[in-house]
Protein backbone atom coordinates (compact mmCIF):
# COMPACT_ATOMS: atom_id res chain seq x y z
CA UNK A 1 0.00 0.00 0.00
CA UNK A 2 1.06 3.72 -0.86
CA UNK A 3 0.87 4.22 2.94
CA UNK A 4 3.05 1.59 3.99
CA UNK A 5 5.68 2.90 1.15
CA UNK A 6 5.29 6.20 2.36
CA UNK A 7 6.07 5.46 6.31
CA UNK A 8 9.24 3.27 5.27
CA UNK A 9 10.43 6.74 3.52
CA UNK A 10 9.76 8.45 5.99
CA UNK A 11 11.23 6.34 8.97
CA UNK A 12 14.58 5.81 6.57
CA UNK A 13 15.14 9.59 6.26
CA UNK A 14 14.58 10.35 9.81
CA UNK A 15 17.15 7.57 10.49
CA UNK A 16 19.81 8.91 8.15
CA UNK A 17 18.98 12.24 9.82
CA UNK A 18 19.27 11.27 13.01
CA UNK A 19 22.62 8.99 12.32
CA UNK A 20 24.08 12.07 10.79
CA UNK A 21 24.40 13.60 14.33
CA UNK A 22 27.07 10.79 15.37
CA UNK A 23 30.46 13.22 13.57
CA UNK A 24 29.44 16.12 15.42
CA UNK A 25 28.94 14.29 18.93
CA UNK A 26 31.73 12.18 18.18
CA UNK A 27 34.32 15.01 18.06
CA UNK A 28 33.33 16.42 21.10
CA UNK A 29 33.89 13.42 22.90
CA UNK A 30 36.89 12.55 21.16
CA UNK A 31 38.12 16.13 22.03
CA UNK A 32 37.31 15.33 25.35
CA UNK A 33 39.73 12.22 26.10
CA UNK A 34 37.48 9.28 24.69
CA UNK A 35 38.27 7.25 22.33
CA UNK A 36 36.30 5.80 19.00
CA UNK A 37 35.76 2.31 20.84
CA UNK A 38 35.13 3.29 23.90
CA UNK A 39 32.80 6.01 22.74
CA UNK A 40 30.62 2.77 20.26
CA UNK A 41 30.14 0.98 23.74
CA UNK A 42 29.41 3.76 25.79
CA UNK A 43 26.56 5.15 23.91
CA UNK A 44 25.15 1.27 23.16
CA UNK A 45 25.13 0.58 26.55
CA UNK A 46 23.99 3.65 27.65
CA UNK A 47 20.69 3.46 24.96
CA UNK A 48 19.81 0.06 26.16
CA UNK A 49 19.76 1.57 30.09
CA UNK A 50 17.83 4.70 29.06
CA UNK A 51 15.50 2.35 26.74
CA UNK A 52 14.86 0.02 29.06
CA UNK A 53 13.85 2.66 32.16
CA UNK A 54 11.58 4.18 29.53
CA UNK A 55 10.08 0.85 28.44
CA UNK A 56 9.52 -0.10 32.24
CA UNK A 57 7.29 3.58 32.74
CA UNK A 58 5.20 2.91 29.54
CA UNK A 59 4.45 -0.54 31.08
CA UNK A 60 4.01 -1.86 27.57
CA UNK A 61 4.25 -5.73 27.14
CA UNK A 62 7.01 -7.13 24.46
CA UNK A 63 5.36 -8.93 21.26
CA UNK A 64 7.47 -11.36 21.60
CA UNK A 65 11.26 -12.51 22.28
CA UNK A 66 13.39 -12.74 19.49
CA UNK A 67 16.75 -13.34 21.55
CA UNK A 68 18.59 -14.85 18.34
CA UNK A 69 17.47 -13.01 16.17
CA UNK A 70 18.34 -9.84 18.00
CA UNK A 71 21.80 -11.37 18.63
CA UNK A 72 22.48 -12.24 15.04
CA UNK A 73 21.44 -8.53 13.96
CA UNK A 74 23.24 -6.63 16.58
CA UNK A 75 26.18 -8.40 15.57
CA UNK A 76 25.60 -7.37 12.15
CA UNK A 77 24.35 -4.10 12.46
CA UNK A 78 25.92 -2.75 15.58
CA UNK A 79 29.51 -4.89 15.97
CA UNK A 80 30.59 -5.36 13.00
CA UNK A 81 29.07 -2.29 11.69
CA UNK A 82 31.22 -0.01 14.37
CA UNK A 83 34.30 -2.14 15.02
CA UNK A 84 35.57 -2.03 11.48
CA UNK A 85 33.94 1.49 10.76
CA UNK A 86 35.98 2.49 13.76
CA UNK A 87 39.15 0.63 12.41
CA UNK A 88 38.76 2.08 9.02
CA UNK A 89 38.88 5.44 9.88
CA UNK A 90 42.62 5.02 11.65
CA UNK A 91 43.77 4.41 7.95
CA UNK A 92 41.69 6.47 5.53
CA UNK A 93 39.94 9.12 7.03
CA UNK A 94 36.56 10.98 5.92
CA UNK A 95 36.70 9.19 2.27
CA UNK A 96 35.97 5.89 4.36
CA UNK A 97 32.70 7.22 4.42
CA UNK A 98 32.40 6.84 0.11
CA UNK A 99 33.62 3.49 0.78
CA UNK A 100 31.36 2.45 3.59
CA UNK A 101 27.89 3.44 2.48
CA UNK A 102 28.26 2.46 -1.11
CA UNK A 103 29.02 -1.56 0.36
CA UNK A 104 26.38 -1.33 2.62
CA UNK A 105 24.10 -0.08 -0.24
CA UNK A 106 25.54 -2.82 -2.65
CA UNK A 107 25.78 -5.68 -0.33
CA UNK A 108 21.49 -4.82 0.36
CA UNK A 109 21.46 -5.38 -3.48
CA UNK A 110 23.31 -8.43 -3.65
CA UNK A 111 21.75 -10.34 -0.52
CA UNK A 112 18.47 -9.28 -0.85
CA UNK A 113 18.80 -11.17 -4.59
CA UNK A 114 20.11 -14.26 -2.67
CA UNK A 115 18.35 -14.68 0.30
CA UNK A 116 15.41 -12.30 -0.35
CA UNK A 117 14.83 -13.17 -4.23
CA UNK A 118 14.54 -8.82 -4.83
CA UNK A 119 15.15 -8.66 -8.41
CA UNK A 120 17.66 -6.29 -9.35
CA UNK A 121 16.13 -3.94 -11.32
CA UNK A 122 17.56 -1.16 -13.58
CA UNK A 123 15.95 1.22 -11.37
CA UNK A 124 17.54 0.01 -8.22
CA UNK A 125 21.05 -0.49 -10.34
CA UNK A 126 20.93 3.34 -11.83
CA UNK A 127 19.29 5.13 -8.30
CA UNK A 128 22.33 3.20 -6.17
CA UNK A 129 25.22 4.31 -8.62
CA UNK A 130 23.64 8.04 -9.14
CA UNK A 131 23.22 7.80 -4.69
CA UNK A 132 27.08 6.60 -4.77
CA UNK A 133 28.56 9.05 -7.13
CA UNK A 134 26.89 12.04 -5.23
CA UNK A 135 28.78 10.84 -2.18
CA UNK A 136 32.38 10.81 -3.93
CA UNK A 137 31.71 13.88 -5.38
CA UNK A 138 30.91 15.08 -1.54
CA UNK A 139 34.16 13.97 -0.34
CA UNK A 140 35.71 14.52 -3.59
CA UNK A 141 38.73 16.47 -1.85
CA UNK A 142 39.30 13.65 1.00
CA UNK A 143 39.18 10.53 -1.57
CA UNK A 144 43.17 10.56 -2.21
CA UNK A 145 44.09 11.97 1.49
CA UNK A 146 45.59 9.09 3.34
CA UNK A 147 44.02 6.52 0.90
CA UNK A 148 45.32 2.92 1.69
CA UNK A 149 44.12 -0.43 1.09
CA UNK A 150 43.42 -1.78 4.41
CA UNK A 151 41.41 1.76 5.43
CA UNK A 152 39.30 0.49 2.19
CA UNK A 153 38.92 -3.24 2.96
CA UNK A 154 37.93 -2.17 6.75
CA UNK A 155 35.16 0.22 5.22
CA UNK A 156 33.83 -2.08 3.28
CA UNK A 157 33.67 -4.95 5.32
CA UNK A 158 31.29 -2.21 7.80
CA UNK A 159 29.69 -1.41 4.74
CA UNK A 160 28.78 -5.02 4.29
CA UNK A 161 27.46 -5.52 7.47
CA UNK A 162 25.05 -3.23 7.57
CA UNK A 163 23.49 -4.19 4.35
CA UNK A 164 23.61 -7.86 6.05
CA UNK A 165 21.70 -6.34 9.07
CA UNK A 166 19.18 -5.22 6.69
CA UNK A 167 18.57 -7.87 4.59
CA UNK A 168 18.80 -10.18 7.99
CA UNK A 169 15.96 -8.82 9.16
CA UNK A 170 13.53 -9.40 6.43
CA UNK A 171 14.66 -12.91 5.77
CA UNK A 172 14.05 -13.63 9.53
CA UNK A 173 10.40 -11.86 9.58
CA UNK A 174 11.45 -9.39 12.06
CA UNK A 175 9.09 -6.52 13.41
CA UNK A 176 11.39 -3.55 14.82
CA UNK A 177 9.96 -1.64 17.82
CA UNK A 178 11.30 -0.68 21.18
CA UNK A 179 11.53 -3.98 22.67
CA UNK A 180 14.08 -5.34 19.85
CA UNK A 181 15.94 -1.83 19.45
CA UNK A 182 16.40 -2.67 23.38
CA UNK A 183 17.78 -6.40 22.38
CA UNK A 184 20.11 -4.91 19.75
CA UNK A 185 21.97 -2.28 21.78
CA UNK A 186 21.96 -5.34 24.94
CA UNK A 187 23.94 -7.74 22.55
CA UNK A 188 25.57 -4.87 20.52
CA UNK A 189 27.23 -3.15 23.82
CA UNK A 190 28.07 -7.10 25.19
CA UNK A 191 29.87 -7.02 21.18
CA UNK A 192 31.40 -3.85 21.63
CA UNK A 193 32.94 -4.36 24.82
CA UNK A 194 35.80 -6.99 23.84
CA UNK A 195 37.87 -3.71 20.84
CA UNK A 196 36.85 -1.35 23.80
CA UNK A 197 38.96 -3.30 26.28
CA UNK A 198 41.68 -4.25 23.47
CA UNK A 199 41.81 -0.21 22.97
CA UNK A 200 42.19 0.44 26.56
CA UNK A 201 38.85 1.28 26.88
CA UNK A 202 39.56 4.79 27.44
CA UNK A 203 37.08 7.53 28.83
CA UNK A 204 37.60 10.98 28.64
CA UNK A 205 36.77 14.31 31.12
CA UNK A 206 33.35 14.16 32.35
CA UNK A 207 32.63 17.54 31.76
CA UNK A 208 29.13 18.59 31.31
CA UNK A 209 29.46 19.31 27.71
CA UNK A 210 30.78 15.55 27.20
CA UNK A 211 27.87 14.03 29.51
CA UNK A 212 25.27 15.65 27.37
CA UNK A 213 26.93 14.73 24.06
CA UNK A 214 27.00 11.33 25.70
CA UNK A 215 23.00 11.07 26.66
CA UNK A 216 22.64 12.56 22.65
CA UNK A 217 24.43 9.69 20.82
CA UNK A 218 22.50 7.16 23.60
CA UNK A 219 18.99 9.00 22.39
CA UNK A 220 19.17 10.37 19.50
CA UNK A 221 21.17 7.93 16.41
CA UNK A 222 21.12 4.66 19.09
CA UNK A 223 17.95 4.18 20.28
CA UNK A 224 16.06 6.74 17.73
CA UNK A 225 18.12 6.11 14.72
CA UNK A 226 17.98 2.16 14.69
CA UNK A 227 14.55 2.32 15.71
CA UNK A 228 13.18 4.53 12.63
CA UNK A 229 15.89 1.68 10.53
CA UNK A 230 14.11 -1.50 11.94
CA UNK A 231 10.51 0.17 11.18
CA UNK A 232 11.63 0.91 7.79
CA UNK A 233 13.02 -2.52 7.32
CA UNK A 234 9.41 -3.60 7.78
CA UNK A 235 7.76 -1.25 4.89
CA UNK A 236 10.35 -1.15 2.30
CA UNK A 237 13.25 -3.46 0.57
CA UNK A 238 16.29 -3.65 2.38
CA UNK A 239 17.87 -1.79 -1.00
CA UNK A 240 15.60 0.79 -0.43
CA UNK A 241 16.46 1.90 3.15
CA UNK A 242 19.98 1.27 1.82
CA UNK A 243 19.36 3.97 -0.53
CA UNK A 244 17.73 6.21 1.59
CA UNK A 245 20.02 6.28 4.48
CA UNK A 246 22.50 7.69 2.09
CA UNK A 247 21.18 10.96 2.29
CA UNK A 248 22.99 10.84 5.77
CA UNK A 249 25.87 12.97 4.45
CA UNK A 250 23.77 16.02 3.54
CA UNK A 251 21.90 16.07 7.09
CA UNK A 252 25.33 16.11 8.55
CA UNK A 253 26.62 18.84 6.35
CA UNK A 254 23.23 20.89 7.74
CA UNK A 255 24.10 19.72 11.07
CA UNK A 256 27.61 20.94 10.59
CA UNK A 257 26.82 24.45 9.33
CA UNK A 258 23.82 24.66 12.11
CA UNK A 259 25.84 23.77 14.66
CA UNK A 260 29.78 24.29 14.12
CA UNK A 261 28.97 27.20 11.60
CA UNK A 262 31.04 24.94 9.11
CA UNK A 263 30.48 26.50 5.46
CA UNK A 264 29.55 23.71 3.20
CA UNK A 265 31.79 22.91 0.02
CA UNK A 266 30.76 23.49 -3.11
CA UNK A 267 30.86 20.03 -4.38
CA UNK A 268 28.43 19.32 -1.91
CA UNK A 269 25.57 20.96 -3.96
CA UNK A 270 26.43 18.58 -6.76
CA UNK A 271 26.42 15.61 -5.00
CA UNK A 272 23.26 16.58 -3.28
CA UNK A 273 21.44 16.61 -6.29
CA UNK A 274 23.04 13.38 -7.60
CA UNK A 275 21.89 11.70 -4.33
CA UNK A 276 18.59 13.44 -4.97
CA UNK A 277 18.26 11.91 -8.68
CA UNK A 278 18.95 8.20 -7.59
CA UNK A 279 16.84 8.43 -4.75
CA UNK A 280 13.90 9.20 -7.19
CA UNK A 281 15.16 6.16 -8.98
CA UNK A 282 15.70 3.79 -6.68
CA UNK A 283 11.64 4.19 -5.36
CA UNK A 284 10.87 4.67 -9.29
CA UNK A 285 9.56 8.32 -8.86
CA UNK A 286 11.60 8.26 -11.53
CA UNK A 287 11.32 4.90 -14.21
CA UNK A 288 13.86 3.22 -15.95
CA UNK A 289 11.82 1.94 -19.18
CA UNK A 290 8.00 1.46 -19.37
CA UNK A 291 7.72 -2.16 -17.09
CA UNK A 292 8.45 -0.62 -13.52
CA UNK A 293 6.50 -1.24 -11.10
CA UNK A 294 5.18 0.69 -8.30
CA UNK A 295 7.09 0.42 -5.57
CA UNK A 296 4.07 0.70 -2.79
CA UNK A 297 2.92 -2.50 -4.03
CA UNK A 298 5.81 -4.72 -3.60
Known sequence: MQSS????????LSAAALNATIGVLSKVLMSNGFTAS?????KTALGCVLLSILLFFLKRPPASTKWTQAAICAFLGIFVLFHFETSAYRH??????VVLMASASISSIILGRIFLKDAITANATVGAA??????AVIFSADLQQGFTLQGAALASMAGC?????????KRMGVSGGLHFTRQLLFFG?????MPAAADGFAIGELSPLAIAALLALAALP??????????AIEYLKPSQVQALELTEPLFAALLAFVALNEV??????TGAALIIVGLCFSNELIRVGSKASNPSTE
Open 161 to 169: GYGAFSVAM
Open 222 to 231: TILGFFCTTK
Open 38 to 42: SVAVI
Open 264 to 269: PRESLY
Open 92 to 97: YAAAGV
Open 189 to 193: SLYLL
Open 5 to 12: FSKGVIFA
Open 130 to 135: LAIAGI
